[in-house]
């Protein structure tokens, strides 16, 4: 659907370059980055808004590179929905058709179609700055589905709502991108989101895409250190592998030895990566062959609310209900043991 | 308690400091009224003058002259300024900020030397008044001159004030709006325009207000058709102050009274 | 790849649009470029006319007179100004909004009318012109005269770019102040004043310049002592303008050098 | 040490009113609320920035509702910090002390002191605008701190500061709060926060004080609806007591029976609430009589990144860690039991 290779923009402090990327048709893809990092650039690019300095794009296989956006046929959805302020929800809505002199029966018909497609035909007399977020941002989607593109472009579409609003517009985006087929690329700097909404993830830092996969391989199988960071593994520890035994091996990380799954050599500098949710807090041992078990001691507890976040002598940082924190007692000081499985353990060379 | 009465938003003390910041304002603000009240005041003491004034026909001849180029300036300004307005906002480009600068002349130069220059190449053998004289269009001591030192004398105001009405324009909207499948023209046409309106109404108004009270580059430039202004001044060398105020009096007051109405469509629209 | 060359920002296409605003925008920057370059051209034909006014001291004096005049008028705009505009900015009272009206006026009658209201209250029988004559000081034709027709026209400038000076100026910095306890006054000097400076500076820039600009209520106002703008206007009209360009673009130049030079120690700051 | 007497003031679109408080000498107290209830407006009536338009105001002993904030002797450090831009960090700090025209020697010393106590010494020629979001709130309690006011107010100190910054900033502040005896009020919508940092809190809503108590007390027994929606008890079970026994009742919730501790008597119609990670979703009954264990049916479970949240068809909704949700195999329409201990209900009759 989408092909772009050696994409590259400098556009104010902002830089991408480098950007090879293939999304296929129909999927829901999510870009994902930290601020800055041209994600929205990218989008825009891709959009047109803007021609790059070097590299070239194709959308269904025709070179867009040197197109005005108004010939690529890409829907674009920005952060804040930006909707014509001069225009109700209806007017916004027919926008495009209405440039493009469809006939003025057809316009009327598909426009409510698709404000009843998204239950927003009691708006469509209002102004966008009488509507709430999740309003918005349905016009926003209208406006751009109506012309039928085969792709759509969002800009952190749920930034703007408020949690139990982009709870519900998650499913019913989710419900749109299932009913209309519509190719979806989703910029977006929050890992959760990412998680909840995408087929695939591009991982983007520092202007270019650094790594590209489904869900679960990206959250749990970052390429690098800075991109493990920023996707919240908070336990990076540096070893070196010590014994391999058919495939299980043993990291020594500074005199404790963990078990995790690896094809390196013996004698490999590694970092492994843990995800602090993946490690169990208890007040026994629950050694096994698959099963690491440190001892430690609790060195700070932090109530985040419904999680607590544990701190052990250890160096190691690990997430657990508050709930279960209660009912072992936890508390500073005390002995504990912090067990987690040899496969949630991502294992890099260094 | 406070008891400056100033104190109505409730800030706790402060008082003193209030207080002759107050009466040192108040020096400026009684400047300004008694000089514009003593001139009303005055004339009550004369009202047949006020009232032969607005009868006399040339007095209303010079009236109308100063409406009716400050109008047309305007509309020039309008036409000109607005893409013009749309291209600083919008484009980068080399000497953007040169003509940038060059359009605020105007504002930063003393009228008087607006008017030797403008005369200068509005004259018969002026850069701009000779092809025109090859017309057989004369453009100094002519209505079409007091409309081109108008223009000059008014062009920042328009440029500046529609500039920053399109700057305030979302450019993501355009970029929405194009990838709707609207051309640049489009988009401007239904977008940028529409969006900006206010603004660029705004200064119009400026502009329009600054035109019709020129006096220094008109005085040069185009003596005559005799514009109000210099019917006021022209009354006042010839025969003092009194018989000049009525006009100057009328003149101010249907000054105000257009602009009001000028802007009546924005009040509305804000309710 | 578009052809455009003012596309620097590289946005794809749209260049008709911007080709046809580009040429219609054209048309104002060569309409003030040329009469402005035309001025200078042609006194480079004449260049010992301008070394002749260069070194007339009637001349050196009119220039003389229209600085030191917008001087005064500024540093009185200053003391009076600011405290009015530090008030309108913090507080709130009934007829605040009348207040900022008034202080606006003068921007909004033409200039003529202006000088006709000031030549009303500063003759010798005017309401402020009496209390004057009777301590022996004429205002009308004076240098004082021209002071105050300068203040009436500028006033509004500086009033305003130091009231918004004011207001950027966060208001819980001056909450923070009390609290660290410094009085009202001490919180003036040492945080509004410093932090709005540079509004103010600005304001102060600006009816300075619109001072030395000012012609038409200086003319009915205060003929002499002669200033710059007058005398250009008189050698005009009686010797034309071969005899007034010399003078008029000395006058310029001085003014754009010192404007350029006041807005010096601006532009190092901001580096 | 502060003592409030039906404080009443409008300001804007902002209204507090019939606000009575009593804070102790040296206690850190928090008023917790919604965004737009009246804090800041509260914090800003004791610092004395506006006048009350009714009641009084006592800060140890002394009436200061008449008196101007530079009488007050109350150190105030705004959300953004509020520096003074123009001035070097060690310039803000030393203003209060220069307005005072105290002796110059001292001035410096004192100034000094306070930078090395804060670990701030090496940034005294630095303007606010080069700081970062932490050094900057540590020059703002500087500032305010070197004055040795009796009273600190501070106004969501830690919203500016990303999370790692928040973290250390608020062990900080706690420290300085032990050594310097200050007594602090901290103004905050954040329940997290809130947990972490005070002695007792207030509750905030719409321009009123609706709670008082310790951390405890607030989040565990919320004295009504409202409050307990905006802090966050999802469960909120309206039933019927339908049966005593010795203090532990039976509430009947629409045929599901559960236990709680209350003294109410057989008949009552009640609200019980209940904090979603007070829930443990587990494959096997856990019946006892001080445990309620309800059978569901898994509706729809939402991944939040650490915690994953489950909607039971019994309308309960619960949080636990994504770990023990994987660990579990729960999925949608998992037959699950939902357990609770029956101390964790806090009950309120209607």
Redesign the interface.
């Known amino acids: 659907m989408i092909r772009i290779r050696d994409l590259e923009r400098s556009w104010r402090e902002f830089r991408i370059e480098d950007v090879n990327l293939a999304i296929d048709r129909g999927e829901y893809f999510v870009i994902l980055g930290p601020t800055g990092s041209g994600k929205t650039l990218l989008l ?1 690019l891709i ?3 803007y021609l790059p300095d070097g590299g070239k794009i194709w959308i269904d296989g025709v070179n867009v590179t040197d197109l ?3 010939e ?5 959805v ?1 952060q804040d929905y ?1 909707l ?3 225009l109700t929800v209806r007017e916004n809505i027919e ?2 058709q209405r ?2 002199k469809l006939p003025e029966e057809e316009i009327e018909r598909s426009a409510l179609e698709m404000m009843e497609l998204l239950g927003i035909e009691d708006l469509k007399d209002r102004y966008p700055d009488t509507l709430s977020g999740g309003e918005r941002q349905k016009t926003a989607i209208a ?2 589905l109506i ?1 039928k593109p085969d792709l759509l472009l969002m800009d952190e579409p749920f930034s703007a709502l408020d949690l139990r609003t982009k709870q519900r517009m998650q499913d019913e985006l989710k419900k749109i991108h299932r009913e209309s087929g519509v190719t979806m690329v989703h910029v977006t700097h929050d890992q959760t989101e990412a998680m909840v909404m995408a087929d695939r993830i591009g991982v983007m830092m520092e202007g270019r895409i650094v790594q590209v996969g489904g869900v679960r391989e990206v959250f749990n199988k970052p390429l690098n250190e800075k991109i493990a960071e920023f996707l919240g593994v908070e336990n990076i520890l540096e070893g070196i592998i010590s014994e391999v035994d058919d495939g299980l091996s043993i990291i020594d990380i500074g005199g404790i030895e963990i078990s995790a799954l690896t094809d390196l050599e013996v004698g490999s500098r590694v970092n492994a990566f843990l995800r602090p949710e993946e490690i169990t807090i208890s007040k026994v041992s629950q050694k096994t062959s698959a099963r690491n078990n440190i001892e430690a001691k609790i060195e700070k507890i932090m109530n985040l609310g419904a999680v607590v976040r544990i701190e052990l002598d250890s160096g190691l940082v690990a997430l657990t209900s508050r709930r279960s924190a209660e009912e072992l007692g936890l508390d500073r000081g005390a002995e504990v043991y912090a067990s987690f499985k040899a496969t949630a353990v991502h294992v890099l060379e260094k | ?2 008891s400056n009465p ?9 008082g ?3 207080l ?3 009466a ?2 108040l ?3 009684l ?6 009240l ?2 009303f005041y ?1 004339q009550t003491e004369d009202l047949p003058a006020l009232f032969s004034a607005a009868r006399d026909p040339v007095v209303l001849t010079a009236i109308g002259v100063s409406i009716a180029a400050t109008t047309c300036s305007t509309l020039i ?1 309008f ?3 607005v ?2 307005a ?3 906002a919008r ?4 000497g953007k900020s040169l ?1 940038e600068g ?2 605020d ?2 504002m ?7 008017g ?6 509005l ?1 018969r053998s ?3 008044g000779a092809p025109f004289d090859m017309l057989g269009v004369t453009l100094v001591d002519a209505f079409s001159g007091i409309v081109l030192a108008m ?2 004398m008014s ?1 920042p105001y328009l ?1 500046d004030t529609a500039r920053e009405g399109f700057r305030s324009v ?1 450019e ?2 355009e ?12 988009t ?1 046409r ?2 940028s325009f ?2 900006a309106f206010s603004s660029i109404y705004n200064g119009c108004i400026l502009a329009w ?1 600054r035109g ?5 580059a008109v ?2 430039v185009a003596y005559f058709p005799r514009s ?2 210099i019917l ?2 022209e009354r ?1 060398t010839s025969y003092g ?1 009194s018989s ?2 009525p006009i ?2 009328l ?2 007051v249907i ?2 009274v257009l ?1 009001t109405l000028l802007r009546l469509p924005e009040w509305r629209r804000k309710r």
């Open positions: 825009e959009a047109g808004f005005a956006p108004e690529r046929g890409v829907g674009f920005y930006a014509f302020p001069h926008f495009g440039v493009k406006r751009a012309l | 308690m406070p100033l104190n109505l938003i409730k800030k706790p003390k402060g003193t400091l209030f002759l910041f107050t040192m304002g020096v400026l603000v400047f300004i009224t008694i000089t514009l003593d001139m005055r300004a036409t000109f300024g893409p013009l749309y291209l600083l484009r980068n480009f080399p003509v060059i359009i002349i105007p930063m130069i003393p009228h008087v030397v607006a030797i220059a403008l005369y200068g190449v004259m002026g850069v701009i223009l000059f062009l440029v979302d993501r909207l970029n929405v709006s194009r990838s709707l499948g609207a051309s640049p023209w489009q401007f239904r977008v529409p969006l207000a019709i009270s020129e006096f220094s005085l040069i109000a202004p006021i001044y006042f102050l000049s105020r100057a009096i003149f101010v000054c105000l602009f």
